[in-house]
């Protein structure tokens, strides 16, 4: 019999540390969290073998792909002390390879998610120009059948109008006013229980290689394609 990755427990815990976000619950309960970490640390563990089958994972071990569960509260109105989903990144090596992966864990809510969410104003400048260059290759990704069957649509913060340098009617305007390029997918919290998780979770993550070959491509070659 097929075993269950990420048991039950680990859901049941999400939803008692949303209704009782307090140090005293969470301290009270605190062996339960542990047992509950290491569950999704020993997933990301597994997610990270599979990956490295299919791309370069910098990541060295599902202990530095999951996030801390303590939230920043210093700028935050809401001052709840942990979150109450998990987080893990993994990260693609080496400059040459832009992008990351992103599984999010909390009840109802569970996705898969990469992308580019801060690029430094110099790399975004330089994403824009090869866009206004030839927008041809991210349209053909991002309106591909697998891509929309998969993902939806390209997401992320968007300017009103075209950006400061390109022409308000350019013919890339729509792509040229993203302030972020991000792709994401939702699963099933059923899915995620089932013993088919990893392979939904790795499957999700290979879909985004086209955007992220394309990204890393315009990231690190000029507009004639020479190397940087």
């Avoid at 990420?6 to 605190?30: E, G, Q, T």
């Avoid at 997610?47 to 939230?71: C, Q």
């Avoid at 390109?166 to 972020?180: E, G, I, M, T, V």
Wanted: one cysteine or more.
């Amino acid at each position: 019999m097929s075993q269950v990755l990420l048991p039950p427990s680990v859901f049941s815990f999400l939803k008692n540390i949303k209704k009782h976000n307090n140090r005293v619950w969470f301290n009270a309960n605190k062996e339960v969290y542990v047992k509950q970490h290491e569950a999704v640390v020993h997933f990301a563990d597994i997610l990270i073998s599979k990956m490295n089958h299919h791309d370069k994972i910098e990541t060295p071990s599902g202990k530095k792909a999951v996030f801390r569960i303590y939230r920043d509260v210093r700028f935050s109105k809401d001052k709840s002390p942990y979150k109450s989903h998990f987080g893990m990144h993994l990260s693609r090596s080496g400059k040459l390879l832009r992008g990351g992966y992103y599984l999010h864990l909390e009840p109802g809510k569970c996705f898969v998610g990469g992308g580019f969410w801060d690029p430094s104003p110099e790399d975004l400048k330089h994403i824009r120009e090869q866009i206004a260059g030839d927008p041809q290759p991210l349209r053909k990704i991002i309106q591909s059948k697998s891509f929309k069957n998969t993902f939806g649509k390209l997401e992320g913060e968007k300017l009103v109008f075209a950006p400061k340098g390109f022409a308000k009617d350019h013919p890339a305007a729509d792509l040229l006013r993203y302030k972020q390029f991000l792709i994401s997918r939702n699963i099933p919290d059923s899915v995620m229980q089932s013993p088919k998780a990893d392979d939904e979770v790795v499957k999700s993550f290979r879909a985004m290689r086209p955007f992220f070959d394309y990204m890393s491509e315009i990231l690190t070659t000029n507009i004639n394609g020479e190397q940087l």
